[in-house]
Nanobody, 124 residues
Framework: QVQLVESGGGLVQAGDSLRLSCAASGRTFSSYAMGWFRQAPGKEREFVAVIGWSTLTRYYADSVKDRFTISRDNAKNTVYLQMNSLKPEDTAVYYC?????????????????WGQGTQVTVSS
């Protein structure tokens, strides 16, 4: 069983930055693909970014490319999402997810474990 706990959300203004963290339990964290998703009110949960066990592989949604950066520290069992140049449309609950199969997918169904989410609100 893997437990994921997100932190770092908050209320910011457009153009500001935030860094989200996701702390994971489990001895095999380093072999998991780790993703970030987000869900705005009334919308489906959508893919934001994913990182493979090797930090060489990272994929981003087009809407966040060049503004967000996903990274991980396997020694700390933690994955991060650095969010720069935030926009009001980035407002959502952000979720961390783990895929033990390491697929680095963009679909919700590909992830077995989820955190409880952290709210990010960007005011204009």
């Amino acid at each position: 069983q893997v437990q994921l706990v997100e932190s770092g959300g908050g209320l910011v203004q457009a153009g500001d930055s935030l860094r989200l963290s996701c702390a994971a339990s489990g001895r095999t964290f380093s072999s998991y693909a780790m993703g970030w998703f987000r869900q705005a009110p009334g919308k489906e949960r959508e893919f934001v970014a994913v990182i493979g066990w090797s930090t060489l592989t990272r994929y981003y949604a087009d809407s966040v490319k060049d503004r967000f950066t996903i990274s991980r520290d396997n020694a700390k069992n933690t994955v991060y999402l650095q969010m720069n140049s935030l926009k009001p449309e980035d407002t959502a609950v952000y979720y961390c997810a783990a895929d033990p199969n390491g697929r680095k997918g963009r679909r919700v169904l590909e992830y077995d474990y989820w955190g409880q989410g952290t709210q990010v609100t960007v005011s204009s």
